[in-house]
Nanobody, 124 residues
Framework: VQLQASGGGLVQAGGSLRLSCAAS????????MAWFRQAPGKEREFVAA????????YYVDSVKGRFAISRDNAKNTVYLQMNSLKPEDTAVYYC??????????????????WGQGTLVTVSS
């Protein structure tokens, strides 16, 4: 499956963005999905994860209450709604797919398919 992330851009602190991750060449409903981010000079960081049926959702503590992950399996798309953005949220955001029951949700090495990344820049 190929993943295409979009929706990044430049926004002022306190603003909002909605990222999308569209899948092609496969059915997204077969995968647990996640968003990671990587800031310049830093390691890739887990942001949020959602199970195949959207029953189970996880967030890193720094985005709880501000970000919301969701999915529409009929549209083969996963979303990340980002509100109250902060300058420290600036990073390239990647969507990723993990096969059912494999790996640990917050570890990048658990994911088998990755999108190309979309840049989010939050100005102060």
């Amino acid at each position: 499956v190929q993943l295409q992330a979009s929706g990044g851009g430049l926004v002022q602190a306190g603003g909002s963005l909605r990222l999308s991750c569209a899948a092609s060449g496969g059915t997204l409903s077969s995968y647990n999905m996640a968003w990671f981010r990587q800031a310049p000079g830093k390691e890739r960081e887990f942001v949020a994860a959602i199970s195949r049926s959207a029953i189970t959702i996880y967030y890193v503590d720094s985005v709880k209450g501000r970000f919301a992950i969701s999915r529409d399996n009929a549209k083969n798309t996963v979303y990340l709604q980002m509100n109250s953005l902060k300058p420290e949220d600036t990073a390239v955001y990647y969507c990723a797919a993990r096969t059912y029951n494999s790996g640990i949700y917050y570890l990048p090495q658990s994911y088998v398919h990755w999108g190309q990344g979309t840049l989010v820049t939050v100005s102060s």
